[in-house]
Protein backbone atom coordinates (compact mmCIF):
# COMPACT_ATOMS: atom_id res chain seq x y z
CA UNK A 1 0.00 0.00 0.00
CA UNK A 2 0.96 3.50 -0.97
CA UNK A 3 2.09 6.35 1.69
CA UNK A 4 1.20 9.03 -1.21
CA UNK A 5 -2.00 10.75 -1.35
CA UNK A 6 -3.75 12.24 -4.09
CA UNK A 7 -3.88 15.84 -4.12
CA UNK A 8 -7.02 16.36 -5.29
CA UNK A 9 -6.51 20.15 -5.64
CA UNK A 10 -3.63 20.45 -6.65
CA UNK A 11 -1.97 22.43 -9.62
CA UNK A 12 -1.37 18.68 -11.70
CA UNK A 13 -5.14 17.87 -10.77
CA UNK A 14 -7.26 20.56 -10.72
CA UNK A 15 -7.62 24.36 -12.13
CA UNK A 16 -8.23 27.85 -10.07
CA UNK A 17 -12.08 27.14 -11.23
CA UNK A 18 -12.37 23.73 -10.04
CA UNK A 19 -11.04 25.06 -6.77
CA UNK A 20 -13.24 28.30 -6.58
CA UNK A 21 -16.71 25.31 -7.68
CA UNK A 22 -15.48 22.85 -5.00
CA UNK A 23 -14.99 25.16 -2.17
CA UNK A 24 -18.11 27.16 -3.39
CA UNK A 25 -20.08 23.60 -3.11
CA UNK A 26 -18.38 22.67 0.28
CA UNK A 27 -19.73 26.24 1.50
CA UNK A 28 -23.62 24.85 -0.01
CA UNK A 29 -23.67 28.10 -2.17
CA UNK A 30 -25.05 27.78 -4.97
CA UNK A 31 -23.60 30.35 -7.92
CA UNK A 32 -26.22 32.43 -7.92
CA UNK A 33 -25.65 33.45 -3.91
CA UNK A 34 -21.85 33.31 -4.20
CA UNK A 35 -22.01 36.15 -7.57
CA UNK A 36 -24.46 37.97 -5.11
CA UNK A 37 -22.36 38.31 -1.94
CA UNK A 38 -19.50 39.35 -4.14
CA UNK A 39 -21.38 42.06 -5.89
CA UNK A 40 -20.53 40.41 -9.46
CA UNK A 41 -23.06 38.57 -12.19
CA UNK A 42 -23.94 34.78 -12.26
CA UNK A 43 -21.95 35.22 -15.77
CA UNK A 44 -18.87 36.71 -14.42
CA UNK A 45 -18.42 33.84 -11.36
CA UNK A 46 -19.11 31.35 -14.17
CA UNK A 47 -16.27 32.46 -16.27
CA UNK A 48 -14.12 32.03 -13.10
CA UNK A 49 -15.34 28.68 -12.95
CA UNK A 50 -14.95 27.45 -15.93
CA UNK A 51 -11.30 28.95 -16.43
CA UNK A 52 -12.39 31.62 -18.85
CA UNK A 53 -10.81 34.36 -16.25
CA UNK A 54 -10.09 35.10 -13.34
CA UNK A 55 -10.95 37.76 -10.68
CA UNK A 56 -9.00 40.98 -9.53
CA UNK A 57 -6.98 40.48 -6.79
CA UNK A 58 -10.11 42.31 -4.50
CA UNK A 59 -12.54 39.63 -5.45
CA UNK A 60 -10.39 36.92 -5.23
CA UNK A 61 -9.48 38.64 -1.86
CA UNK A 62 -13.52 38.26 -0.97
CA UNK A 63 -13.83 34.43 -2.70
CA UNK A 64 -11.23 33.44 -0.28
CA UNK A 65 -13.16 34.77 2.82
CA UNK A 66 -16.64 34.11 1.89
CA UNK A 67 -15.20 30.46 1.35
CA UNK A 68 -12.83 30.43 3.92
CA UNK A 69 -9.99 29.26 2.29
CA UNK A 70 -6.57 30.94 1.50
CA UNK A 71 -6.15 32.95 -1.95
CA UNK A 72 -3.03 30.55 -2.62
CA UNK A 73 -5.27 27.96 -2.32
CA UNK A 74 -7.71 29.19 -4.43
CA UNK A 75 -4.53 30.14 -7.07
CA UNK A 76 -2.04 27.05 -6.38
CA UNK A 77 -3.77 24.17 -4.60
CA UNK A 78 -1.48 25.21 -1.91
CA UNK A 79 -2.08 26.22 1.41
CA UNK A 80 -5.06 26.81 3.62
CA UNK A 81 -7.94 24.66 1.58
CA UNK A 82 -9.80 21.61 1.26
CA UNK A 83 -8.36 18.14 0.94
CA UNK A 84 -10.67 15.96 -1.03
CA UNK A 85 -13.61 17.12 -3.03
CA UNK A 86 -17.05 16.19 -0.82
CA UNK A 87 -17.77 13.87 -3.66
CA UNK A 88 -15.56 11.55 -2.74
CA UNK A 89 -18.79 10.12 0.31
CA UNK A 90 -20.73 8.56 -3.52
CA UNK A 91 -22.88 5.80 -2.89
CA UNK A 92 -22.53 2.51 -5.19
CA UNK A 93 -26.27 3.10 -5.54
CA UNK A 94 -25.42 6.84 -7.34
CA UNK A 95 -23.29 5.01 -9.86
CA UNK A 96 -26.33 3.87 -11.82
CA UNK A 97 -28.26 6.91 -11.63
CA UNK A 98 -25.35 8.45 -12.70
CA UNK A 99 -24.70 6.17 -15.58
CA UNK A 100 -28.05 6.30 -17.33
CA UNK A 101 -28.25 10.01 -17.00
CA UNK A 102 -24.81 10.08 -19.33
CA UNK A 103 -26.87 7.52 -21.43
CA UNK A 104 -29.49 10.00 -21.65
CA UNK A 105 -27.27 12.81 -22.23
CA UNK A 106 -25.13 10.79 -25.01
CA UNK A 107 -28.77 9.82 -27.03
CA UNK A 108 -29.85 13.82 -26.61
CA UNK A 109 -26.51 14.33 -28.30
CA UNK A 110 -26.80 11.76 -31.00
CA UNK A 111 -29.98 13.41 -31.41
CA UNK A 112 -29.40 17.08 -31.72
CA UNK A 113 -25.96 16.00 -34.15
CA UNK A 114 -28.45 14.14 -36.59
CA UNK A 115 -30.78 17.27 -36.27
CA UNK A 116 -28.03 19.58 -37.54
CA UNK A 117 -26.95 17.37 -40.12
CA UNK A 118 -30.27 17.81 -41.61
CA UNK A 119 -30.58 21.60 -40.88
CA UNK A 120 -27.40 22.19 -42.65
CA UNK A 121 -28.59 20.02 -45.27
CA UNK A 122 -31.56 22.31 -45.73
CA UNK A 123 -29.55 25.64 -45.63
CA UNK A 124 -27.05 24.32 -48.10
CA UNK A 125 -29.86 23.01 -50.66
CA UNK A 126 -31.41 26.42 -50.50
CA UNK A 127 -27.94 28.62 -50.66
CA UNK A 128 -27.73 26.58 -53.78
CA UNK A 129 -31.37 27.12 -55.25
CA UNK A 130 -30.71 30.92 -54.73
CA UNK A 131 -27.21 30.74 -56.56
CA UNK A 132 -29.11 29.63 -59.84
CA UNK A 133 -31.85 32.31 -59.83
Known amino acids: MSDETTDW ?15 REAADMTQA ?4 RLGVKKTTLMGW ?8 ANK ?4 SGLLNVSMSWLLTGEGEGMTE ?3 MDI ?11 LRALRNEMRSNAERAARLEKKLRTL ?7
Not at 9 to 21: C, L, N, Q, S, Y
Open 9 to 23: FGPEAATFGDRVAAA
Open 33 to 36: QLAR
Open 49 to 56: EQDLSEPR
Open 60 to 63: LSMV
Open 85 to 87: PSE
Open 91 to 101: EVGDFAGILQE
Open 127 to 133: VQSAATT
